[in-house]
């Protein structure tokens, strides 16, 4: 008896049926090229995973990558007019607000509740906020060390602890501690990992994990020779890198710590602080304005250069990509 | 594959169906069950999402222990919500995780307060940490409304995904096995119709009297037993068949043999063994017909009694053989001799008779006589010799010497003896005796 014939075309037919119509590809070689300046930190996976698993080329985008040490040199080159994007923190965001407003945020592609953390050699002497009256805090003057030090001052209602703050560039913490030149630091990621690779008996004076959230932005400048749709294509992109993130957490930490060269180890401990989550919300607007604020209350930008933070998110464009790439799902 | 064979694997095959139409229509109304489940609970954590926004608010406006200690409340109430199993994909998983996290956050926000309360703050400060946690649990509780936006987004799109690859493997699966249930059944059918038309036809050829050819069918189930069988039953009845037919020719060739038999016995009974001329019964019975036939015409007749002369001579010297040859001879020629109404008979011996119908002149009958005689003495060939014999012939006349066979013999034969006698005739007609 032969079945095969019927059943194979039935098969087809079903088979052809199902079959989503794919587009895009192949378009993006066409494309001009984009440039986005990114820093070299796992807070960028969303870019470096669009890039290598094609998820700019399906969009029909022609991306090419400029790797910086940081958001702020990423930011630097933005400005310079060397790339079309870059990625950089909310921190670097809201202190050159009160310089330009030539620049816009796309979106917020990550987060983390627990970058910066406050850490001593002895789990003993502070092991309590109240505990760290007198103490000497080594600090990043003006950065997120500093803001997530005051935040924590200010959530534990210790503002006026007697503290002698030590400022220090980030590379000279670890060091620092470690000879005793302080007693505390407030340092972000990967310092507190190395500092407990190098010194195991180290340990975070208070669990601070969820009291500061770091962000990674996408950032251009306002009047971009990139057109909209394409803006909305690289959103779409980086919508898929972090469904695909979602999806394959360890396939994603194996790519990352291949192109950033980071310790599987190391990557999975930063991990479990992150959220990926495209968004471009109020959250972003209240941290912001809540960073402006210590910044003004700590004289550390000129208070009348204050903008409307509003002003520099480009909410239309960030709803108008996230709405069409819902239909194209559909 | 036999037909019972056949429709067995049909009713399998259709039972296979039903199984899969009621495992797919279980499957349908358990995914249905899931999906309502899970949107209804998403639903749920929305509401502990928004009623922990609402004790913020008024922890916001109180910024007591007691306010704190409902949040404290509502938050792990979300918490209970947020781990409730509800079979949820990986996706959704993700999403529940960082609303936990988010939570945890809100948590690890107010577990600053929990400390600071029982310390004697200046307002100054309360003012600036407020504006702080205010701004904090704001951005948390704005995370996890997108991350509920997220979540049920999620939820919808994966209750479609798997509603149409359900829809399109039950379509698969059901319309696969519909078809091979439709296939299976029409070829059953077309085999049936194919055993049915050869038998019916067989049937019908064996109807019509043809007991030679078979009904040929090359499938392997029950209407080629039943062909077999029919073949074999028509094989046997033309085996009968022929049997009565050989019967049939047999008794005809019987029937002729002995209608052949009965001639031959007939003819035996009627004529001479050795001349194949009438004996003397068969002549008595002929001579009585016609002179019966004569007497009614009126019709007169003459009887010739011929005795040969040297003929003992012959069988004594020549042997019987030779007499009987001598005999045969005579008797052929005196029934070549003579007309269609006349006949000739043997009385045994050398004794011949003849009947001469239709005649009645004495001048006739001795001219007759004269030459019968001269055919009698024609010399004869046997083994190389030529023999001669001679006759004596009483003659007597119907209706003159008599009007029966017997009177009209018995005047012949002694006219004959008259005529042995008499050296100078060698024949003698009845009334010269007197």
């Keep these: ?330 | 594959m036999t037909l019972a064979t056949r429709l067995k694997l049909t009713a399998i095959l259709c039972a296979l169906l039903t199984i899969a139409v009621c495992q797919a229509l279980f499957q349908a109304h358990t995914y249905q069950q899931k999906i309502y489940m899970q949107l209804n609970h998403s639903m749920q954590i929305q509401l502990s999402i928004d009623s922990l926004r609402s004790q913020l608010w008024i922890y916001e406006e109180y910024s007591d222990q007691l306010s704190l200690a409902e949040l404290n409340n509502r938050q792990a109430h979300l918490a209970v919500e947020l781990s409730k199993n509800m079979q949820w994909y990986p996706q959704q998983l993700q999403i529940l995780d960082n609303l936990n996290r988010l939570n945890a956050n809100i948590r690890a926000l107010f577990n600053t307060q929990m400390q600071s309360h029982s310390n004697h703050i200046l307002p100054k400060d309360q003012l600036t940490s407020s504006r702080l946690l205010k701004a904090k649990y704001s951005m948390n509780i704005e995370k996890m409304t997108e991350d509920m936006f997220r979540l049920h987004k999620v939820t919808i799109d994966q209750a479609k995904q798997a509603q149409q690859s359900l829809l399109i493997a039950i379509s698969v699966v059901v319309l696969m096995l519909s078809i091979l249930v439709t296939m299976w059944s029409s070829m059953t059918l077309l085999h049936f119709k194919r055993g049915m038309k050869s038998l019916n036809d067989g049937m019908q050829t064996l109807a019509n009297g043809d007991l030679v050819s078979r009904v040929k069918y090359d499938m392997d189930d029950e209407f080629a037993e039943m062909s077999d069988n029919f073949n074999n039953m028509k094989a046997s009845l033309q085996k009968i068949t022929v049997k009565k037919d050989e019967l049939k020719l047999e008794v005809a060739r019987q029937t002729q043999k002995l209608q052949e038999q009965q001639v031959k016995l007939t003819y035996l009974a009627e004529h001479d063994e050795l001349t194949s001329i009438y004996n003397r019964r068969a002549f008595i019975k002929q001579i009585d017909i016609a002179i019966d036939r004569d007497a009614r015409r009126n019709e007169q007749a003459a009887l010739l009694f011929i005795d040969l002369d040297k003929f003992k001579t012959i069988n004594d010297t020549l042997g019987h053989q030779t007499g009987d040859e001598v005999l045969k001879e005579i008797a052929l020629r005196l029934k070549s001799h003579l007309r269609s109404t006349d006949f000739v008979g043997r009385f045994g011996g050398d004794e011949f008779v003849i009947w001469l119908d239709y005649i009645g002149s004495e001048q006739d009958i001795i001219s007759k006589v004269n030459k019968i005689l001269s055919v009698i003495k024609q010399p004869i060939e046997i083994k190389g010799n030529l023999l001669t014999v001679g006759a004596s012939i009483g003659i007597s006349q119907f209706p003159l010497h008599g009007n029966n066979s017997s009177s009209l013999v018995t005047a012949a034969d002694a006219a004959m003896y008259i005529a042995k006698h008499d050296l100078t005739h060698e024949y003698c007609l009845f009334q010269k005796i007197g």
Excluded at chain 1, 84 to 101: G, H, I, K, L, P
């Design chain 1, 1 to 330: 008896m032969n079945l095969t014939l019927p059943i194979c075309a039935v098969f087809l037919l079903l088979m052809s049926a199902c079959q989503p119509n794919s587009n895009g590809m192949g378009d993006w070689k066409k494309s001009p090229i984009i440039k986005i300046a990114v820093s070299n930190t796992p807070l960028s996976s969303p870019i470096f995973i669009a890039d290598k698993k094609g998820f700019f080329k399906q969009h029909g985008l022609n991306i090419q990558l400029v790797r910086e040490d940081g958001g702020v040199k990423c930011f630097n080159e933005l400005m310079a007019g060397n790339v079309d994007f870059a990625t950089t923190s909310e921190s670097v965001v809201m202190f050159n607000s009160f310089y330009r407003s030539d620049f816009i945020v796309l979106a917020s592609f990550v987060e983390s509740d627990n970058d910066v953390k406050l850490l001593s050699m002895s789990s003993q002497k502070f092991n309590d906020l109240a505990a760290i009256a007198g103490a000497k805090v080594g600090i990043v003057k003006s950065s997120a060390s500093e803001f997530f030090f005051d935040s924590l001052l200010m959530l534990y209602h210790q503002q006026d602890a007697q503290i002698q703050r030590v400022y220090l560039k980030p590379t000279q913490m670890v060091h620092a501690l470690q000879k005793g030149e302080v007693d505390l630091i407030s340092a972000w990621e990967p310092f507190p990992y190395q500092l407990a690779e190098e010194s195991p008996q180290a340990s975070q004076v208070i669990g601070t994990k969820g009291l500061y959230n770091l962000s990674f932005n996408l950032v251009g400048l306002k009047n971009n020779r990139i057109d909209t749709q394409n803006k909305q294509s690289i959103l779409q992109a980086l919508s898929d890198a972090i469904n695909f993130i979602n999806e394959n957490p360890e396939d994603s930490q194996l790519l990352i710590s291949e192109i950033l060269d980071i310790d599987k180890i190391q990557l999975s401990y930063l991990w479990r602080d992150y959220a990926f989550r495209l968004s471009l919300s109020n959250a972003l607007v209240s941290n912001l304005q809540l960073q402006s604020q210590w910044a003004i209350d700590r004289s550390l930008v000129p208070k009348d250069n204050r903008i409307d933070i509003r002003q520099i998110l480009d909410r239309e464009l960030f709803e108008s990509a996230m709405n069409e790439h819902t239909d194209e799902h559909k």
